[in-house]
């Protein structure tokens, strides 16, 4: 640890030393931050005070013109506190205030609004000039003040501020994004309909086709740039054609968006196990019908012959989904037995409760609503349309 803090700290300084050293860099402002702490053991995720205590530090040629020359603000105070603690959420308005970024006005009224929906109160959109400051006692009462004096100094800057700069956050958020989909996918799904000829030129067996049917479905989820991180959830199709949030719509176009490329080869696979009915079901019309008509003992053996051809025929779909449910149900308890036995583990929650959700997303959404529910479907519709045609 002590090696990469020292290779750590002459990168800050090096950093440190070229703002000072060039003109134009002079005005700019350093933050160095960690994204958690460690315990003795050099371990994180808890919530000892070592583990929740972060580093914050800002740092700027300009700040000596502001300081009496000390090298450090204040006194080392005592253990993770070393000069002085700060709220988090003290840090956005911060970096709104140095940038002049006129968006926290926005988001103050919607904190504002929680605050006057949970207790009783005048507005602070009506109430905020009426309410007397010095004499207010009570705490909505102060924010409400705090409030008014907040709005009475924006509004004093924004009148020597350029009204493009305090409206250009809030304009690329009103803006609708104009491409919603993954375009790089495209391509991709080019190379699926390849692959699809290809097996379907392959003549495979119904057990080839389901196995080939596991891979290609988590191969396909994963080469779409999704993974078993929540973080890379793509939501960009969840609310296409959507007026207001539906739980229901936007979880199933969230679902379908990201299990696109699984989606894809449940359809293909139910037009290869097509494709091996049809090709058994004519080579055996064709068997039956070419030699001439057997002795009686040599008939019955034949219709027998072809009932229980016909029989694995017809139960070629259940072969394929039994197997990919014995295949679901070892991978969801192995999932599950390893999430019981690490639940004390480092990871528990940034990387195996993940895995849990994806699995039960796989159980659930894919393999039964998608290969056993839409699958049959398919598949029936395919076989009806066969024989009707």
């Known amino acids: 640890m002590l090696p990469k803090q020292s290779e750590m700290d002459g990168i800050v300084q090096q950093i440190y030393t070229a703002m000072r050293q060039n003109t134009h860099l002079q005005s700019t402002l350093m933050i160095v931050c960690g994204d958690h702490g460690m315990n003795d053991a050099g371990n994180h ?109 924006l509004e004093a800057r924004s009148r020597d501020s350029s009204p493009d700069d305090a409206k250009l956050l809030v304009y690329h958020l009103d803006q609708p994004p104009q491409h919603m989909s993954r375009v790089t996918n495209v391509p991709l799904f080019l190379i699926l309909d390849t692959q699809l000829r290809f097996l379907r030129s392959a003549h495979l067996s119904a057990l080839d086709i389901t196995i080939t049917s596991i891979l290609l479905q988590h191969v396909s989820f994963f080469a779409l740039g999704n993974s078993n991180s929540i973080s890379s959830i793509d939501l960009s199709n969840a609310y296409n054609g959507v007026g207001g949030y539906n739980v229901g719509l936007v979880g199933f176009l969230t679902f379908v968006s990201n299990w696109a490329g699984p989606l894809w080869w449940t359809s293909a696979t139910v037009l290869l196990l097509l494709q091996h009915d049809f090709t058994r079901r004519d080579r055996s019309q064709v068997k039956a019908s070419s030699p001439p008509p057997p002795p009686p003992s040599e008939t019955s053996e034949l219709v027998g012959t072809h009932s229980t051809t016909r029989n694995s025929q017809e139960s070629s779909l259940f072969n394929h989904l039994l197997c990919l449910t014995l295949f ?55 076989d009806v349309t066969r024989l009707v045609g």
């Open 45 to 153: 995720g808890g919530s000892s005070p070592g583990e929740t205590s972060t580093g914050l530090i800002f740092m700027s040629p300009k700040f000596t013109q502001i300081t009496n020359g000390s090298s450090c603000p204040t006194d080392p105070k005592h253990s993770f506190e070393f000069y002085h603690s700060i709220e988090q959420s003290d840090i956005v308005p911060t970096l709104a205030d140095v940038d002049k970024v006129w968006l926290l006005l926005e988001n103050a009224r919607q904190v504002l609004q929680l605050i006057e929906a949970t207790g009783p109160g005048p507005s602070f959109e009506q109430a905020s000039s009426k309410l007397s400051c010095p004499d207010s006692s009570t705490d909505i009462q102060e924010l409400g003040c705090d409030w008014q004096e907040i709005s009475q100094l």
């Open 328 to 382: 679901t149900t070892i991978t969801t308890l192995s999932v599950m037995a390893a999430c019981t036995a690490l639940r004390t583990h480092l990871f528990i929650w940034t990387v195996f409760s993940p895995k849990y959700l994806f699995t039960m997303a796989w159980t659930i959404g894919q393999h039964l609503v998608v290969n056993v529910l839409f699958g049959s479907l398919l598949f029936w519709c395919g």
